[in-house]
């Protein structure tokens, strides 16, 4: 085998190898995307069942998120706050 044919092959199983990972990454990152809504919607159901002392303790957790998703997460909080008291 020449070298320049075995380059070649070295090449394409690299790219076939760097496909696959990037698949895998692919498929890892949908499913910890499907695993946060199933806890989301958890999160939910329980927080409307929850007094008002719950509401703001479990609330209170956003605090240690970084500035994006807290701001997402309150923004959701508010959402249940305001269905709660049946402003929709």
Do not use: C, Y
Request: no cysteine.
């Amino acid at each position: 085998m020449s070298a320049t044919r075995l380059e070649k092959q070295v090449e394409k199983l690299e790219a076939e190898l760097k496909e696959k990972k990037a698949k895998m990454a692919s498929e890892k990152r949908k499913e910890r995307g499907g695993q946060l809504v199933a806890l989301g919607i958890m999160i939910e159901m329980v927080f409307r069942r929850m007094g008002p002392a719950e509401k703001a303790r479990v609330q209170g957790w956003a605090e240690q998120l970084d500035p994006r998703n807290k701001l997402r997460a309150l923004a959701a909080f508010a959402r249940l706050w305001q269905q709660h008291h049946g402003h929709k």
